[in-house]
């Protein structure tokens, strides 16, 4: 599976975002999918996970009521709708696929190269 993010941008505090994940391969509706975020010298933090037909959605205390995720199987995307923005919203966003529906990094087999979103106050 090759993943592809996009949709980082520089937006004011209180603002939103919509990110995108597009992923390649026919099994994409197999895996879980992850949206993280990683500042520099930071370890990479887990933002949200939904499982593979979408029917459990996980998040992170730090973005709960402001984040949305969501997939679209036929479409091969996954997305992380986010709202509310704050300045420590500021990241580079990475989405990932794993076999295993789960808040770790660690065992997620796949990842997009990540965009930036940067929350100006």
């Known amino acids: 599976v090759q993943l592809q993010a996009s949709g980082g941008g520089l937006v004011q505090a209180g603002g939103s975002l919509r990110l995108s994940c597009a992923a390649s391969g026919r099994t994409f509706s197999r895996y879980a999918m992850g949206w993280f975020r990683q500042v520099p010298g930071k370890e990479r933090e887990f933002v949200a996970v939904i499982s593979w037909r979408g029917g459990s959605t996980d998040y992170a205390d730090s973005v709960k009521g402001r984040c949305t995720i969501s997939r679209d199987n036929a479409k091969n995307t996954v997305y992380l709708q986010m709202s509310s923005l704050k300045p420590e919203d500021t990241a580079v966003y990475y989405c990932?696929?794993?076999?295993?529906?789960?808040?770790?990094?660690?065992?997620?087999?796949?990842w997009g190269q990540g965009t930036l979103v940067t929350v100006s106050s």
């Open positions: 990932a696929a794993a076999r295993t529906y789960d808040s770790s990094p660690t065992v997620y087999d796949y």
